[in-house]
T-cell receptor, first 114, second 111 residues
């Protein structure tokens, strides 16, 4: 199975601070996704990114969130001013080599906002 | 209305049993159907992936999709304690589109 990697595995921050979550997706793919999962809840779509632009975002992905591709292989999710309710697991995902319906997820970053 | 619905369980079965996990969905545009396995505080791991209606088998796992009734199933034969995890069903409407997940069914296989 293709591998997606994420860092850090766990991030603890104070409310109001900025955090940056990092991901290395499956190489040579133009599509990229971020999801989050609040403890005990379902995995929710945040944003999709295609060829260095946002292609779709959910209502969760408000002005506090941004996504970037700082270099050719890394993607970041930035939360500008964290809130308590941002505490969740954050996953990045890449499509497979098939028709694009399947997505492979990274191990996640657990974000704890105090 | 929730787009993908699953019974959260938990579901407990003895080792060796056949497990049946089910989902329903409401969005007629869904074309791709996936099952993911998730361990506590880990990323979803893709188990099965199907396009449109039909069956797909991979080892001890069989996925079924019935688009006429909007019903998705996963069968696990000869269940093992290592199969204990949360199983998420998921769908999307097309290639490279966002994936919509169910809440997941927690499965425990008792030795």
């Amino acid at each position: 199975e293709p591998e997606v990697t994420q860092t850090p595995s766990h991030q603890v921050t104070q409310m109001g601070q900025e955090v940056i979550l990092r991901c290395v997706p499956i190489s040579n793919h133009l599509y990229f996704y971020w999801y989050r999962q609040i403890l005990g809840q379902k995995v929710e779509f945040l944003v999709s990114f295609y060829n260095n632009e946002i292609s779709e975002k959910s209502e969760i992905f408000d002005d506090q969130f941004s996504v970037e591709r700082p270099d050719g292989s890394n993607f970041t999710l930035k939360i500008r001013s964290t809130k308590l309710e941002d505490s969740a697991m954050y996953f990045c995902a890449s499509p497979g080599q098939g028709s694009g319906g399947e997505q492979f997820f990274g191990p996640g970053t657990r974000l704890t906002v105090l | 209305q929730k787009e993908v619905e699953q019974d959260p369980g938990p579901l407990s079965v003895p080792e060796g049993a056949i497990v049946s996990l089910n989902c329903t969905y409401s969005n007629s545009a869904f074309q791709y159907f996936m099952w993911y396995r998730q361990y506590s505080r880990k990323g979803p791991e893709l188990l099965m992936y199907t396009y449109s209606s039909g069956n797909k088998e991979d080892g001890r796992f069989t996925a079924q999709v019935d688009k006429s009734s909007k019903y998705i199933s996963l069968f696990i034969r000869d269940s093992q304690p290592s199969d204990s995890a949360t199983y998420l069903c998921a769908s999307c409407s097309g290639g490279y589109q966002k994936v919509t997940f169910g809440i997941g069914t927690k499965l425990q296989v008792i030795p």
